[in-house]
């Protein structure tokens, strides 16, 4: 008897910055979404795709959950909640490093309201932390519910474990066919991946409320005639003219180490060379806009 392939959808929840993009990276096995040291760096609902012999599996990588400050931070809570509704596995994630907290107890209870979704807990980060760590978040976080299917520790940054996830997953998965053809890694459109890798160029070495205040908007990607070159213009937006500055750098430098990064992935990703010009634009108190929000696409 062979087998039956198995398909759906899994997502990974936790506070801010524990590692959900940088796991989803790993299984998929592309950068697909873009990660960084500071909180709330994504900002959508990405899908990664990863195919095995036996099944399927999309993945697909929220932003953290935080104590919404802005009426972004409410729109990026409400998204993950929608995903949460509609997958049939969630990886609640937790780091070996860092003791839990009441954030993690919140939203590893808010997990009640998805009944359907079978729920594993992963303690990520294992890489930087003692074995006796490890052991007391295994305890920790085994605690918090009854319901585990599994409770995993792993490293996305060494793949230590990475192989008994995806089993444990795809397991717990339905029976059904492929969602998506062979070789497709993401349905995020070219635009969005290059605005992506932009914000994160942008997001190295800035501080304090500036990550969170910084979007990137894609105005134009265009094959140039007879050369092997694409030429991409995208505004880099931020709520004050300080930011703007800041952003800028002194003679534009900083903004030219920002485009020489970012140029890099996006020559990959579009397989030409690349000109790239950046426009640092000034959208007041965007993230509290409900229009500009809009506009942004949140
Ligand atoms: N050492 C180590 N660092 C990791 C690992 N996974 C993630 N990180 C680091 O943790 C930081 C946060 O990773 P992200 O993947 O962006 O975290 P996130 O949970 O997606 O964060 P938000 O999108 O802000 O909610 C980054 O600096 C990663 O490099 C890991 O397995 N080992
Ligand atoms: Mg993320």
């Known amino acids: 008897m062979t087998e039956s392939f198995r398909s759906g959808f899994a997502t990974f929840v936790g506070r801010p910055n524990v590692g959900k993009s940088t796991l989803t990276n790993a299984l998929v096995g592309e950068k697909i979404a873009i990660t960084s040291e500071k909180p709330q760096t ?35 809570n409400d998204l993950v ?17 860092e003791k839990i907290g009441p954030g993690d107890r919140r939203i590893a209870a808010s997990l009640d309201g998805y009944p359907r979704a079978k729920k594993i807990a992963i303690v990520t980060k294992t890489d930087v932390a003692e074995r006796d760590q490890i052991t007391e978040r295994l305890i920790e976080v085994d605690a918090l519910r009854e319901d585990w299917a599994a409770v995993i520790p792993l490293s996305a940054l060494t793949r230590d474990q990475l192989d008994i996830l995806t089993d444990e997953m795809l397991a717990l998965m339905p029976e059904g066919p492929a969602l998506y053809p062979d070789g497709v890694v993401t349905d995020e ?16 070495g800035v501080r304090d409320e500036l990550p969170h205040s910084i979007a990137v908007v894609v105005d134009d990607v265009a094959p140039r005639e007879d050369s092997d070159l694409t030429d991409v213009h995208a505004s880099i937006i931020v709520e004050r003219d300080s930011q703007k500055a800041i952003i800028i750098g002194r003679k534009g ?17 579009l397989g030409t060379r690349v000109f790239l010009g950046l426009h640092v ?3 007041k108190e965007w993230q509290r806009d409900p229009k500009q929000l809009g506009r942004l696409g949140f």
């Open 189 to 204: 459109s070219v635009e969005d991946r290059i605005a992506e890798m932009i914000r994160e160029a942008a997001l190295d």
């Open 281 to 283: 634009k000034v959208a």
């Open 253 to 269: 430098s900083r903004l030219a180490d920002v485009g020489k990064r970012a140029r890099v992935g996006i020559e990959e990703l």
């Open 81 to 97: 909640e929608q995903v949460l509704g509609d997958v049939d596995v969630i990886g609640f994630c937790v780091p070996a490093t």
């Open 42 to 76: 994504t900002r959508r609902a990405i899908r990664g795709i990863l195919n095995r012999p036996t099944g399927q599996l999309v993945i697909v990588d929220t932003p953290g959950i935080h104590k919404p400050r802005t009426l972004l931070g409410e729109r990026l």
